[in-house]
């Protein structure tokens, strides 16, 4: 199992990066994919996922309105493109992937992490 992420960088207060999330070694039509992010001195904090089955999205409150994810089934991609940066959104960003075949409401399987990208957002 590998997720490898990318895209990070450093970008000005209202700009945009558009982050990637390349998959392999597993289904992964069977999976959810998330991504979290890390702040200096504070905890990862889930902000956004999707369950590939079932093409189903959800976002933190920080991110609401801002990020959107999508996949690219074909090549097992999944994306998080971020609009109006702005400082708090400094860290760095990682992407997640637990089993999660559809009509799954809870799992305890493992999750496979990335080895993150760092974002910078400048003011």
């Known amino acids: 199992v590998q997720l490898v992420e990318s895209g990070g960088g450093l970008v000005r207060t209202g700009g945009s990066l558009k982050l990637s999330c390349a998959t392999s070694g597993f289904r992964f039509n069977n999976y959810k994919i998330g991504w979290f992010r890390q702040a200096p001195g504070k905890e990862r904090e889930g902000i956004s996922n999707i369950t590939i089955s079932e093409a189903t999205t959800t976002y933190a409150d920080s991110v609401k309105g801002r990020f959107t994810i999508s996949s690219d089934n074909s090549k097992s991609t999944v994306y998080l493109q971020m609009n109006s940066l702005g400082p708090d959104d400094t860290g760095v960003y990682y992407c997640?992937?637990?089993?999660?075949?559809?009509?799954?409401?809870?799992?305890?399987?493992?999750?496979?992490w990335g080895q993150g990208t760092q974002v910078t957002v400048s003011s």
């Open positions: 997640a992937a637990q089993l999660w075949p559809r009509g799954t409401v809870a799992s305890n399987t493992s999750i496979y």
